[in-house]
């Protein structure tokens, strides 16, 4: 009698203890799935913070008609990784201008990094439309201005200037571009410096430059300095492109730089 009442007690305590453990462990999944919960931000809830004062920024890029695409970086001021970009869309004041883009990065990363391919010509955009999964967030990237040009790649290779070190400055409203070129034939060619003409009416720049070709003409040094007069309240940017010409009418882009222009 004594025994079965003690195994009857047993069986109660480890029920209780059962029952407690499981209350536990729900408890604690409950807890992480609400601070998981916490921690997971919709893209929606992160655009303000994405946008910062991007609608300020000016910047004024090349569309080469010879490419297929034309690679754009983005700068968002953070990260969204949360759920991956599945699509994205260009728009200028609220209408749309293309969905000809292909997408490069599904994240937001790199404290704002953001690229995509532009599959057509388009003038301008100052919106894009990101979509995931779960939702569609159009948000603002600054003023992106595209100037038409057509630079196909038809100097032979061999006599082609190509990179071989190169560094960059930038202090305020000037930059600084300093490269050595090199190529395996002499060749009779001029290298020109192009700009969008609207950077240059709208940031008010100047440029100088020194090109010298060195060791029996297989080494360049180029220097450029690009200096802005322009009062900025907010960080613009302009591209230059390098273009090597022939004589006979070839041509090669040798290098494509993004200047920036920070305020005073």
Known sequence: MKVSRIITFLVIILSSAIIVACSSNNE???????????KTSSLKDLSKKLEGD??????????????????????????????????????????????????TDNSIHDNGVFNFQLKEYIP?????????????????????????????????????????????????????????????????SSIEIVYPKSGQKNLDLEFTDSIKEIEDGKTLKFELNSTSSKELSHESSYEIYIVQKADNGSQFLMNSIIAVVSPD
């Open 124 to 188: 301008s955009f100052n919106e894009i439309k990101l979509k995931t999964n779960n939702e569609e967030v159009l948000l603002k990237t600054g003023e992106y201005s595209f100037e038409k040009i057509a630079i196909s790649d038809t100097i032979s290779e061999d006599k082609r200037w190509f990179v071989s070190d190169y560094n960059t400055g930038e202090k305020k409203n000037e930059f600084m571009f300093n490269g050595s070129f090199t190529r395996e034939t002499v060749s009779d």
């Open 28 to 38: 604690n999944s409950n807890n992480k799935d609400s601070s998981q919960q916490s």
């Open 54 to 103: 991007n609608s300020f920024e000016k910047n004024f890029l090349f569309f080469n008609e010879e490419d297929e695409s034309k690679n754009i970086t983005l700068n968002f001021n953070g990260n969204y990784t949360e759920n991956p970009i599945t699509g994205i869309s260009l728009y200028q004041d609220g209408k749309l201008v293309t969905d000809q883009v292909q997408l």
